[in-house]
């Protein structure tokens, strides 16, 4: 008898996990059996161990404990069929498959849960075909001519449409439509839909009993939900405790189930959306070939109440997530300055575009306890969340190193180390270090495999500075030694630190505005730092000429004033 949990509510509400091993451990850390990503559970919270008697669970000293049935562990609990547990706010319920309840347990759906708790797909891919009707159904034939009676007809679609009328929600049209068909269907003892997933799995996502003395689980035969999504026929068994077709399907074996419905659900664009089937345990009530035409149109009608749902509940998640990525974005500002340093003699211009909402690319100004400021320009690779997530430990761990070591190389090192440890393998960052000491006048650069700076005189002249001392980016290779070059800026200099989403920006044609149209831009304007800034971004803007930015843009320059 194979064991299982079902996660009641929490991250993976519905989710079932089969237990199949020894031992399993749950908790926060990634490397737990059943991972909980909630703050408040513990890195291993609690241990699932199986005996000789079945399984047990254990806590594992939590910080916030761990409840079987609401009261918290002391010792390890052996697991009965039905048993809740609770880590901090999120429960699983304990089951055994093929476990026959008492009379005393209760079935049916569950008020707090998705509607599918207790639904198991029955592998019987073995089985002959025998049907006793079938209906083709498409969204593309046009009327649909039925031999059903006009007021079951219509009894059926003024149920179905008075029970979703105003409804949106997934959630909330599933079951309305299953208690449409109870109300139509009298004879009907259980009910379910099941809907394709994003991968294209069949998945139960509601489930209806009409008693609480029927079985907890409603056994559901893949056979007939195969066949029905693969040749959109809706289908008929007048007896499928005998029907030779079903001779091989535990389901039916089992609950010795008289008549069968199963209907296709197919949308506008005449694609399977799933499966809506209904059962009879009475062979005095058999469903009949009008019954399987009604139940036809009302899955039509449902199938264009769920596709609408669906669409409602994806545009949902699309606000959500367009919420959360302008809260990510206000986040990801607050790491960047606010406002250029206030220093004698210098004059300072940032620019910064994500290419999303949240974007990789990174600068900041970071006082150093000797009286210099450190100017970083960085390019976490890629772009998006995940680079933005990236960006914000590069602004934390290159704050700390810069203003506790005063060797920059020692500080570049130990910030190489601890990116090289924490980050993916295919994930690396580009970063420029430059250290400014007005007092001198003197710049120290430290270049981690990103873009050399450009210096441009006041005759306008351009150099690229320091190529020969570029090392690797950070997070490729620990202990890795970085060179450092030095240079003084006279009057008028300016020092322009720039990412590769300006140069590398692209027009309509897939060409490249390019270093040379970017020097350019900065030899051919005027003596301030501003003015030059400004007609880089300006001129990489109209050689794009409205094409999508694909990278995001940042750059800082310095100008050294009389």
Same mark, same amino acid.
């Given at each position: ?66 409840? #079987? ?20 706010? #999120? ?32 592998? =019987? ?86 008693? %609480? ?13 195969? &066949? ?42 005449? %694609? ?25 149109? #009302? ?7 769920? %596709?609408?749902?669906?669409? &409602? =509940? ?11 990525? &302008? ?22 211009? &940032? ?18 306890? =000797? ?109 890795? %030694? ?81």
């Amino acid at each position: 008898m194979s064991s299982y949990l079902v996660a009641l509510n929490g991250p993976d509400s519905g989710k079932k996990i089969f237990l199949v091993g020894e031992e399993f451990t749950l908790g926060r850390h990634p490397d737990c059996d059943i991972v909980v990503e909630v703050g408040a559970v513990s890195r291993y919270h609690a241990k699932i161990i199986k005996g000789n008697d079945g399984y047990q669970v254990e806590d594992l000293g939590s910080r916030n404990g761990t409840y #079987v049935n609401d009261e918290q562990l002391s010792k390890p609990h052996r697991l009965t069929h039905g048993d809740t547990i609770r880590v901090c706010d #999120v429960s699983f319920e304990y089951k055994q498959e093929g476990y026959k309840p008492t009379p005393k347990d209760t079935v049916g759906i569950r008020a707090d849960g998705p509607g599918a708790f207790g639904a198991v797909m029955i592998d =019987d891919d073995g089985a002959t075909s025998t049907i006793m009707s079938k209906f083709e159904v498409s969204s593309q034939t046009g009327a649909i001519h039925l031999t059903a009676s006009p007021e079951a007809k219509l009894n059926a679609l003024l149920e179905i449409t008075r029970g979703l009328t105003g409804t949106l929600s997934l959630d909330e049209v599933l079951p309305k439509v299953l208690d449409g068909l109870f109300r139509i269907f009298l004879q009907a003892d259980r009910g379910f839909i099941i809907l394709r997933d994003e991968s294209g799995n069949m998945v139960p996502r509601w489930t209806k009993a009409r008693r %609480e003395a029927d079985e907890e689980e409603i056994r559901i035969s893949r056979t007939i939900v195969k &066949h029905v999504m693969q040749t959109r026929e809706a289908i008929l068994s007048a007896d499928a405790a005998a029907d030779s077709r079903f001779e091989m399907s535990q389901s039916i074996t089992d609950f010795k189930i008289r008549s069968i419905m199963c209907a296709p659900l197919v949308n506008a664009d005449d %694609e399977v959306l799933g499966v809506i089937q209904i059962d009879t345990l009475d062979q005095r009530k058999r469903f009949q070939k009008e019954d399987l035409e009604v139940a036809v149109s #009302v899955g039509m009608q449902a199938a264009a109440a769920i %596709e609408r749902a669906q669409l &409602h =509940d994806a545009a949902i998640r699309q606000i959500a997530f367009q919420r959360d990525l &302008h809260a990510a974005n206000q986040v990801q500002i607050g790491f960047l300055p606010s406002e250029e340093p206030k220093l004698d003699r210098y004059q300072f211009y &940032h620019y910064y575009l994500a290419a999303n909402s949240v974007g990789g690319d990174y600068y900041d100004y970071i006082p150093l306890p =000797d009286g210099g400021t450190a100017i970083l320009v960085g390019d976490v690779v890629g772009h998006g969340i995940a680079a933005s997530l990236m960006m914000a430990k590069l602004s934390a761990e290159a704050r700390y190193c810069l203003a506790s070591m005063a060797d920059p190389q020692k500080a570049a090192y130990h910030l190489n180390n601890n990116f090289t440890a924490a980050t993916p393998a295919d994930k690396f960052v580009t970063l420029a270090i430059a250290i400014l000491h007005p007092e001198k006048n003197l710049v120290t650069l430290i270049n981690a495999g990103h873009n050399p700076p450009i210096l441009r005189k006041p005759d306008g002249k351009c150099t690229m500075l320091a190529e020969e001392e570029i090392g690797l980016p950070l997070g490729i290779m620990e202990d890795m %030694e970085y060179d450092i070059a030095q240079f003084t800026l006279e009057p008028g200099d300016m020092l322009f630190i720039y990412t590769d989403g300006i140069n590398e920006a692209m027009n309509s044609q897939g060409d490249q505005f390019g270093m040379e149209r970017m020097l350019g831009c900065i030899s051919e304007n005027c003596d301030d730092v501003e003015i030059c800034s400004r007609a880089i971004i300006d001129g990489c803007r109209e050689f794009m000429a409205g094409s999508p930015q694909y990278d995001d843009m940042c750059m800082v320059a310095i100008q050294r004033h009389d």
